[in-house]
């Protein structure tokens, strides 16, 4: 120790920072975002010269309304993964709050806006359950959400059987497909998902809590030793995957006005590789990961 | 020696889950005879579950070694598929014949996986979830909206699917022979032991020299030859094959492993274990609507039981740990005092008793 703090800063062997020491424009292309959108832009130009009509207006515009589920859901779950930890259950969750919404307005006569904000408190419940069973038990979240991928769904499919809920105000199932200039192609659901990451990039990046999730993932312990509570991170990331899950399932119900216990059934999957290919590589977690967002089409 | 050994049996995990799958039949049966004892009900109870018992012992395989493989669903399909296709395409090919080339497919399919994992250096979920798209993918340019039927196979090789030997269907001894063969390999063979080192604690067993990147790369050779094989079974249990088959199968794969006490981070768990834990989720699926509750509320149920399985495991680990800790203070405690230590310390010693 005294050693150390004995040596003068000139004897100090000059520290470098590879990933620094590059040119920007190095910097800036050799990433895995820009690999994910040089993909993306391929695929999009072999799209446009090979598929007829594929640069149409309605193109882009169902582009956007199929993808915008998985975008949602992409956010929290980045964070998860970030951490180590996954959830399985999201499209559970999905497909239970689309089943709420519709039996809370059927049978219970709610209005579509109550409806939904109890589907959303039911999602981020399901998500706390997740959380307080990984964080606080200490369960592998693999485990742990497989089992409540099950058990959610089966809640789901349970309420409602192989019965759809369809008799949605045509003012809600509207608002679900409303573009923002009339006949053009970004569909009105992209600025709360606009806000939605705003937010998770804000939290993520720029928030005390961010830089916890990102410990916590290169190193829980560590992180715990300089004061992270990363049980309490754990938690709440998997609250957040629950009620945005649940958000995305109200969108699914008014996208396609229907109901149905086995709505969004594989979503996970889809979601996870979305992140994973746009942003984190599960083990190495330090990659930047906003963006997980053009990683799907 | 022999008492720890029926406690531990009493302990075990396997015992546990196959009580409460006994439970499950004996619950059905009493509310209504034909669950068990009719020859139909028999027949299925056995059969059904052989596929994901296939399935769930290639899992077990792969998970042991700390890994996963997500895309056993997509390579059932596929090489059902390609059963199917054999049939139609070679009139008269013998049934031994596609029984290998599912095997070795499937084989392939999982070599892919392997090759990537132990040589890409890249997580077992991600390079798996990527293939089980992949495959799905192939599956489906391959097969369009073309359908195998039963009509495309041979009777020969669709009563295998019925047949049975002594009152066992013969998918059923097929099922059994396998996870027999491969739970012995892990038990007693080096091999075997050398998956679980691997799993505990892949670089320990690196380090000691173990060869990691082959015994993973086999493991998924393994899990791949038997999502191979479920699918010729695939075939010929149904009859038919469409481009749905094995979908989402492999969560119930992992599932089944979990359940039988398959530890998600590997180092430990049975095949055993996992070939139980598939006969109960398949069990409950049917023995639900015997019982009275809708069959819509089956999936519920799996989740709750997969969600009490690890926390049953959690618990006992835990009480496992306090015991031993436990042990191990009194051990010490108890122990004369090395020459020259104050007689404070025995002192202490009573006062842990106390």
Redesign the interface.
Known sequence: MSATLSRTPAQAPARTYPAYSRPLWQRALLTREFAIIALLGVVWFYSVAEVPNFDGPLTLYYLLLDIIPILLIALPMTMVIITGEIDLSVASVVGLSSVLVGVLHQDAGLSIPVAGLVAIVVGALCGALNGFLVSYVGLPSLAVTIGTLALYRGIAVGLLGTTAVTDFPEKWTDLATLRIVEGGSIPWVVLPFLVLLGLFVWLLHFSGFGRGVYETGLNDEAARFTGVDVARTKFWLFVLAGAVSAFAGIYFTLRYGSARGDNATGLELQVIAAVLLGACPSSAAAAPCTASSPAWS | MSTSRVGGLLRSRELAVAVVLLLVVALATWNSDSFLLSSDGWRNLLVTPSLLLLLAVGQTVVIITRN?D?SVGSVLGLTAYLTGRLFTDNPGIPVVVVFLAGIAMGALLGLVNGVLVAFGK??A??IT??T??VYRGIFLSWAGSDRINASDMPSSFLSLGTSSVLGIPLLTVLAVVVLVVVGHHLRTTRSGRELYAIGSDPDAARLYGLPVTRRVLTAFVVSGALAGLAGVVYAARYGTVSSGAG??IE?QA??AA?IGGV???GGSGTVWGAAIGAFLLVTINRALPVVGI?D????????????AA??LD?VLARRQERRLVAEQTSVRLDAPPPPGTPPASSSSSRKAHA
């Open positions: 996963v997500l890249v997580p979920l991600v979830l990527g089980l798209y979908l989402s969560l992992v599932g979990v530890a998600i981070f809708s819509f509320w089956q999936q519920a149920v799996v989740g709750a039981l997969i969600l690890i926390v959690r």
